[in-house]
């Protein structure tokens, strides 16, 4: 079955830092790749999307590449604030116009230190 | 625009006890439902999702149970909790098509005890 895999840290980074976070996936045919945070206590939000090859997502600052070459959709961030500390799971459908749920990675825990 | 509400925010129960969490959208017709759970620092379970009323799919066999009486209104039960069932759980949905991305609720916290 489809699978996600991602870093679970605690990733801790000092402010206006560079973020990468990891995400590999396997998945047959042409899933839609996502990215979601999640602020403590809170539920989760969508915050970016690419649905073909080589799309490039972006919100807020945050971008992330769907390379299919590599199976990867690795989020990134130029200099990140204190405000950015969250979890992020990496997500992909691949409902083939089912309605199938996302499939998450375990998610990573992000700290920055000011 | 579309809002997904769910209560309540927090519940503590006792073993042994019903449940029943509710989640509703405005903004949106037909659209996807699903039941999410979060255990304590790890990823997320997909427990039920339903496409139209009355449509349950269940992905992990337990004590807990789906109904979707309206369009629009999805609730999680349970007639008897367990131990396990605690845990952050988070309704969510999304337009009724393949791909599209999932928009969350708040989540309830439930705690079991």
């Known amino acids: 079955g489809d699978s996600v895999t991602q870093m679970e840290g605690p990733v801790t980074l000092s402010e206006e830092a560079f973020l990468t976070i990891n995400c590999t996936y396997t998945?047959?045919?042409?899933?839609?790749l996502f990215w979601y945070v999640q602020y403590p206590g809170e539920g989760l939000q969508l915050l970016l999307k690419?649905?073909?090859?080589?799309d490039k997502g972006s919100n807020k600052g945050f971008e992330a590449t769907y390379r299919k070459e590599t199976t990867s959709f690795h989020l990134e961030k130029g200099s990140v604030q204190v405000s950015d500390s969250a979890v992020y799971f990496c997500?992909?459908?691949?409902?083939?116009?089912?309605?199938?749920?996302?499939?998450f990675g375990k998610g990573t825990h992000l700290i920055i230190q000011p | 625009s579309q809002t997904i509400h769910q209560w309540p925010a927090t519940l503590v129960q006792p073993v042994g006890s019903p449940l029943s969490l509710e989640c509703t959208v405005e903004?949106?017709?037909?659209?996807?439902l699903y039941w999410y759970r979060q255990a304590a620092g790890r990823g997320l379970q997909l427990l039920f999702y339903?496409?139209?009323?009355?449509?349950i799919s269940s992905e992990v066999p337990q004590n807990l149970s789906a109904s979707r009486p309206q369009d629009r209104q999805f609730i999680l039960s349970s007639k008897k909790l367990l131990l396990s069932d605690s845990g952050f759980y988070l309704c969510?949905?999304?337009?009724?098509?393949?791909?599209?991305?999932?928009?969350f609720g708040d989540g309830t916290r439930l705690s079991i005890l």
């Open positions: 969510a949905w999304s337009l009724g098509i393949s791909n599209q991305p999932q928009h």
């Open positions: 998945a047959t045919g042409y899933p839609s």
């Open positions: 690419a649905t073909k090859a080589d």
């Open positions: 997500a992909l459908t691949n409902s083939g116009g089912g309605a199938d749920g996302l499939t």
């Open positions: 903004g949106t017709s037909n659209p996807n």
């Open positions: 339903s496409v139209g009323i009355g449509q």
